[in-house]
């Protein structure tokens, strides 16, 4: 299953769910910048990386086929920091697919999309400008998904990505993952059900679990896991930063699985 440029987007910037979250370690944060400065490049890694693999780790003693994962940074470049990108991302195998005008209720925008495969993997950059903002700065979107397992080769890959495009920027990017997997049958209790579902955050990832929507082929679970870095806000004011859904396709009789840190981000 690949990752659309469509469906990365949307993600973005229609979240179906039944509260509002804010972030409260956002790309602007003063804090977050010292915080960077003094513990580096590793800790900004394993913020993504240990939940990563945790959640892979619990769906890997599960009855269920991974079958992709995801990781997706957003944020802001300065224009000097958006020229020093375009040569780390020539430099480093990419190449420009588009480059194109868009408007958007009558405001211009200018889209870059740089794309580059490696090691069984994509990595898909969006770069969205608009030519009349003062100053100038670009918005972006960097999703890399693959099915390879998550190991020490693709945790090394993943500090490349950190060392060579964020470490050095002024704001460091929002940041997200997420994990599919598919198996065989129907939403029931003893095997893959609401109560089996549940277990999978409260026991599995020692999650407190904040909220959940179930219908007859649907569930979807909000946990918080204390030792995870990033945390969301639900209009509640409840602590989120884990989101774990399934849902049956009657027609191919199988469940989707699909669970996110700290949010999912894509349709699901």
Known sequence: ???SWG???LGFMALVLPFVFLLVWGPHSHIEAL???????????DTIARPTQEMADMLAGKPVTITQWTVYWRGTLTAQEEEEWRTRLTQTGFSLQQNRADEV??????????TKSENGSIHRLQLIKDPHETPQAAKYIYVWSGTANLDQLWLDELRAITQTFFIHLKHFPESFSCLEAITHGRLKDGLLGQR?????LTNDLQADLVHELVEDRFVS??????????????ANQEKINVH???????????????IGYPLILKTY
């Open 1 to 3: 299953m690949r990752l």
């Open 7 to 9: 469906e990365g987007i």
């Open 35 to 45: 915080t960077r400065t003094i513990q580096g490049n590793d800790h900004l890694v």
């Open 105 to 114: 209720h009558g405001h211009p925008l200018l889209r870059e999309h740089w």
């Open 196 to 200: 089996e579902l549940k277990q999978w």
């Open 221 to 234: 679970l909000n946990g918080y896991v204390p030792s995870w870095d990033h945390v969301l806000y639900s």
């Open 244 to 258: 774990l859904s399934a849902r049956y396709n009657a027609l191919q009789d199988t469940t989707r699985i699909t």
